[in-house]
Structures are given as C-alpha cells and as structure tokens.
C-alpha cells in the first residue's frame, strides 16, 4: 500500500493569499522528501526537496515543512498566483539509493480564485 | 532543450494490440523510471532501469516490459493491451538520490 497521502484533496485560496498544502507519510525509513506540481496536461515538475535531517527549506514562494515527529509534511506558497493553480504532489525516497524510485502521494489539487 | 523526452503524447489503440512508448533524457542521469498514473491522478512507479540492469518491477503483468538500448532510453512495450491499461504514462530519470524529472506524459487510451 501507499506510505504518503494527503488530507485534503482540493483546496481554494483566494489570489494573493498564502496557501498550505499538507502531507502525511508512514514510513519512518522515508529521509528524502519533493514536492512536485502537475499541471492538466503536462508531467509532474519539481518544486523544492527536503532531506530528512531538515526541518525547513525555502525557494522563490515555497517552503517546506518536515516534521519527523509525527510524519508530517507541507508546502507553503506564498502570495497564490493563478499560475499556481495545479495538483501537487507529495513524494517520498527511502534510503538505499536513488534506484529505488519515488513514492507518491494521491495528490492535491489547489484552484486559486480571482 | 527538453530533459526528459516521451513519444508519442497520444496513443489510442484497439484491445490485444501490442504497443511501444519511447522515453528519452539528455541530463546525463544513470537511472530512468516509468510511472503509471491512473484516472484519479494516482502516480506508481511501474520500472526503474540502473545501467541497463533493472532495478524494479512492482507486481507489474509482464505484458510490460522495459527496453534500455542505453543509457539515455528507456522504452517501454506493452502485449496484448487490455481495458485496464488505460492511463497515463511518464518516464522520468534521477542522478541517484537527487534530480527526479520528469516527461510530458503519453496518454494511452485502450478500446
């Protein structure tokens, strides 16, 4: 079964507000963490990546939360442009090398309101 | 440049036929991955291919198989398609733990 999933499964913010997008995980072995964002139509793009021994990072808008404690993690977009408006992504990689792949998510869709 | 690179974007094709999907990357990255996406956007990863040496393969029907003339191509073929095929593929490539991009996607639509 899947180890990462989401609580929310749509989310609207008006534009200009700040959104935040929310991620559990299950396994503890997880210590690499990417958020991507798919828009209709196109592959999922990397947005910002967090390595277990984070609790923060931040990009241009975004950051990333990552609390170990109870498995949880979240994107922050600051000030929603329509452009943000896709589904999003949570994914996970467990140590043991990067063929191991990504384990995703199922995904939020966020719609930023005019 | 494109990094990850699919053919074609559109695939409609009858049940039972047998279909391929290519998959191209020019970052230079060791290993490259197919995922499948289903109608509720629901992304699992189907393949993995390390050095032309398969890594992965999750419980997926052996109707699919991974071909890697190299290390920049990973395609992917299909026998004997079935209704339940229907979905959305991406390939994807990493330089080990860093770096997943992904392509553009092929929709595959079985009738």
């Known amino acids: 079964g899947e180890s990462v999933g989401l609580h929310l499964p749509t989310l609207s913010v008006q534009e200009g507000d700040n959104s935040i997008i929310n991620c559990a995980y299950s396994?503890?072995?997880?210590?690499?963490f990417i958020w991507y964002k798919q828009e209709s139509g196109k592959g999922p793009q990397f947005i910002i990546d967090?390595?277990?021994?984070?609790d923060k990072r931040q990009g241009q808008r975004v950051t990333v939360l990552l609390n170990k404690t109870v498995k949880h993690l979240s994107l922050q977009i600051a000030a929603t442009q329509p452009g943000d408006s896709a589904v999003y992504f949570c994914?996970?990689?467990?140590?043991?090398?990067?063929?191991?792949?990504?384990?995703f998510g199922k995904g939020t869709h966020l719609i930023i309101q005019p | 440049d494109t990094a990850v690179s699919q053919t074609p974007k559109y695939l409609v094709t009858q049940m039972g036929n047998d279909k391929s999907i290519k998959c191209e990357q020019n970052?230079?990255?060791?290993?490259m991955y197919w995922y499948k996406q289903d109608s509720k956007k629901f992304l699992k990863i189907m393949f993995s291919?390390?050095?032309?040496?398969?890594?992965i393969n999750e419980t997926v029907p052996n109707r699919f198989s991974p071909k890697s003339p190299d290390k920049a191509h990973l395609n992917l073929h299909i026998n004997s398609l079935e209704l339940g095929d229907s979905a959305v593929y991406f390939c994807?490539?990493?330089?080990?733990?860093?770096?997943?991009?992904f392509g553009p996607g092929t929709r595959l639509t079985v009738l």
């Open positions: 970052l230079g990255h060791d290993t």
């Open positions: 396994n503890s072995a997880s210590d690499y």
């Open positions: 994914a996970e990689n467990i140590a043991g090398g990067g063929a191991d792949g990504l384990t």
């Open positions: 967090i390595r277990s021994n984070m």
């Open positions: 291919y390390n050095n032309k040496e398969l890594i």
């Open positions: 994807a490539s990493s330089q080990g733990r860093t770096g997943w991009y």
